[in-house]
């Protein structure tokens, strides 16, 4: 099973942007659906976007027409751009594939958002 480590997290203000990367140990051209999952605490892991080799794209309703998934087969990373960030957009942000994720998937340690003024 690939593992999956997310990174660029951070504190950035109120309508600022954001990049979150998830780099693969292995190849992912195969996995046909990625997606970016996020988390707070006391609720359940939910889809914030995915997509897929042949193009389908899902976005949240909350985040979508400020978000961006991209899945780079060439380096076997996935990315999120996220844009005019609000403070609901706190939370951990997690990347799997597979939508959802099967349930044998170990999670990454996920990356930090906090959205804070």
């Known amino acids: 099973q690939v593992q999956l480590v997310e990174s660029g997290g951070g504190l950035v203000q109120p309508g600022g942007s954001l990049r979150l990367e998830c780099a693969a140990s292995g190849s992912i051209f195969s996995i046909n659906v990625m997606g970016w999952y996020r988390q707070t605490p006391g609720k359940q892991r939910e889809l914030v976007a995915s997509?897929?080799?042949?193009?389908?794209?899902i976005f949240a309703d909350s985040v979508r027409g400020r978000s961006i998934i991209t899945k780079h087969n060439r380096n076997n990373t996935l990315s999120l751009v996220l844009n005019d960030l609000r403070p609901e957009d706190t939370a951990v942000y997690y990347c799997a594939p597979g939508e959802p994720p099967s349930s044998d998937f170990v999670w990454g340690p996920g990356t930090q958002v906090t959205v804070s003024s």
């Open positions: 997509i897929t080799n042949g193009g389908r794209l």
